[in-house]
């Protein structure tokens, strides 16, 4: 292909998808990713991270990142199995394996790249993997990149997953099957069945990952959704990010220590990708022990999820079944829903919609995210705003 077909091919392309509504138009965060932002001029209450205890912006952790940048520079230097394990990096994968309560933990760069990396590690093409229908695109993308054989089971349906976990092992074709899922659904905040998973797991003999992104710092009282149920010696990955409730960035497996040792020596963007920072490693090092000393910043999650979901339910809104603070509002059509979040942005109020491809079609919905962080000034103001456009569109 030429430059010159590139240049069409992607302009034409663009363009499609602008006249279609379909073209992500991303917003500049002027300042901190805080409880507040500020985006062109505007101060908006923000209900679209995933900061989820506000420690992006913690004072501690500034702290201790700048120390360590004094301590030991802005960068790791090199690969991992090169020269770039430093210090601070087996001090955070201590910590992980403590807070999880496993044997041992590797740390990646992002959660992203953790799932690539962990599940492409042990898993081949003569192998299946057993995967939740709404599992997150980072997982999707780590089953596709080992060539296992993927199985799509429908949303946390038991007897669907029953049934083809036998299939795959009356088959007879595969040396290993995993099963797959997210801890918490973070469209629609629901919870995965775990005990009922790791019960067919343990029928039918599967390897079980249990990606945990969204639990980790909000469910079981903040170590997560395997420890929520006390699934710690049943889950053979436990995986999670640095990157929400910890407020840094980073991705991790937590395990025994044969799979941490496997992973370390053929987890590719563990050998072929410089670590995190010195800054991000004790950052997240002290977030996981604020997290272990003390539930004071979760309790106040669950307050503040509970208090919003109370407000928009009072008012009539469809807020979904939602185990967890993440709070949908389900409009239904999808041109509403982003009508709805442009209202609410003009309003004072940041909270995207997502529609289908994201989630099924006629569920478009905006997605809450409220935080540790947020008072109930801000929260009571969001209330009143979705109070005023939800009557102006006759949605209440
Ligand atoms: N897994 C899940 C379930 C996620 O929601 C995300 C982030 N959207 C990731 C993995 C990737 O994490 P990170 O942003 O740290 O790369």
């Not at 990646?108 to 993997?129: E, H, L, P, R, T």
Request: some cysteine; glycine content about 8%.
């Amino acid at each position: 292909m030429t430059s010159r077909n590139l240049d069409q091919f992607l302009e034409s392309n663009i363009a499609n998808l602008k006249e279609n509504g379909l073209y992500n138009e991303i917003d500049t965060v002027e300042g901190a990713n805080g409880p507040e932002i500020t985006i062109k001029g505007k101060t908006l209450i923000n209900l679209s991270s995933n900061n989820y205890l506000g420690l992006a912006t913690h004072a501690e952790l500034k702290s201790v990142a700048k120390q360590a940048i004094e301590s030991h520079g802005v960068g790791a230097g090199a690969v991992r199995t090169i020269n770039g394990t430093l210090d601070l990096h087996i001090e955070l994968e201590k910590r992980i394996a403590a807070f999880k309560g496993t044997e041992a933990a590797i740390a990646y760069q992002s959660g992203f790249n953790c799932n690539m990396a962990a599940i492409s590690a042990v898993m081949d093409k003569n192998d299946a993997i057993l995967s939740d229908s709404l599992n997150h695109a980072s997982i999707i993308d780590g089953c596709r990149l080992s060539k296992a054989k993927i199985i799509r089971f429908e949303h946390s349906d038991m007897e669907d997953l029953r049934a083809k976990a036998r299939d795959a092992v009356e088959s007879g074709e595969y040396n290993k099957i995993m099963v797959i899922t997210d801890g918490v659904f973070s469209m629609d905040g629901d919870i995965a069945k775990l005990p009922e998973i790791v019960e067919i797991a343990e029928d039918f003999d599967l390897i079980t990952y249990v990606d945990d992104a969204h639990g980790s710092g909000v469910t079981g009282d903040g170590a997560g959704t395997v420890k929520h149920f006390g699934l710690q010696d049943k889950v053979d990955f436990q995986m999670g990010t640095l990157s929400k409730a910890i407020g840094v960035i980073g991705g991790y497996v937590a395990g025994k220590q044969s799979l941490i040792d496997w992973l370390k020596v053929r987890s590719r963007p563990f050998l072929f990708s410089t670590a995190v920072s010195p800054a991000d490693a004790v950052a997240s090092t002290k977030a996981i022990e604020m997290l272990m000393e003390s539930t004071e910043l979760n309790e106040k999650l669950w307050e503040n999820g509970n208090y919003l979901k109370k407000g928009l339910k009072e008012l009539g809104f469809d807020i979904g079944e939602s185990e967890t603070p993440i709070t949908p509002c389900i409009i239904g059509d999808e041109k509403q829903a982003q009508t709805f979040s442009k209202r609410l942005y003009e309003e004072g109020v940041y909270a995207k919609a997502i529609v289908f491809p994201t989630v099924p079609r006629g569920t478009g919905r905006v997605r809450n995210m409220p935080t540790a962080a947020h008072t109930k000034e801000m929260l009571d103001r969001a209330i009143r705003i979705y109070e005023k456009i939800g009557k102006e569109m006759n949605l209440i």
